[in-house]
């Protein structure tokens, strides 16, 4: 039990520094409500009555989600490229395997339109 005290005592100091913080900008932060701060934000896309009673854009959202799948598995070619000369043939089999899948999802997108900015 005792491996646990220092894991136990940094989630004890993150939870009191957290509901800390909360609790000290109700208390502190200043109350001055106008329309501007109680209105929506949408990823700078200024709020119209248009785009508040029907549906708005989401390509903001689609685009952002892509770069994070993307970048994720490019993050896996790093443990790859450490260790190229260990894992010798079958590590560059199976990174071709690898890269062709991310080839297909990114040809994919791409033939859909969802890399489009227009």
Known sequence: MELYTPVLVLAALAALFA???VAMSTMVGPRR???AKLDSYECGIEPTPQALSGRFPVKYY???MLFIVFDIEIIFLYP???QFDAMAWFGLIEMVIFLA???VAYAYVWRRGGLDWD
């Open 19 to 21: 509901i800390g913080s």
């Open 33 to 35: 409500y106008n329309r």
């Open 62 to 64: 689609i685009t952002a």
């Open 80 to 82: 790859w490229a450490v």
């Open 101 to 103: 899948t991310v080839f």
